[in-house]
């Protein structure tokens, strides 16, 4: 199967790198943006094949590897 | 208008992050694990209401600054 795990900072945790691209924004003469949050996006390819196993395994990445669940969600989508 | 861009290596581009990620996932006993790829997810609030019009100024911030679109693609998700 195939999945995507976006990985996001939390409401009220401090995002520099979004603080940048938003003032480079409107450096660039784009007014009206507000809020910039960066995250990260995980594809990948896992070789088991019942979503249930499936998606409780990458649960256990996002705990154990991929994100900082002090910092930062994330959410799972399967893409079959 | 909320929107979600999404930047994603281009197939081919080699990409040692994900590999990295693959790498620690095995180390962690993850097996089947296989095509990692990750990308950048950028949140942002616009103020433009008009979602054709919103959607063009995306996709100029995205050539012009978000993404390198030698090596990398990206799509766009206005969330209204």
Do not use: H, W
Not at 24 to 38: I, M, P, Y
Not at 40 to 54: A, D, M, P, Y
């Amino acid at each position: 199967m195939k999945a995507k795990i976006t990985i996001t900072l939390k409401n009220g945790v401090l995002d520099p790198q979004g603080k940048a691209i938003e003032g480079a924004l409107a450096g660039l003469g784009f007014d009206g943006v507000s809020e910039v949050r960066q995250g990260k996006v995980i594809e990948l390819e896992l070789s088991e094949t019942n979503q249930t196993v499936g998606r409780a395994i990458l649960e256990e990445m996002c705990e154990k590897l991929l994100a900082n669940p002090v910092m930062e969600s994330y959410s799972i989508e399967v893409m079959g």
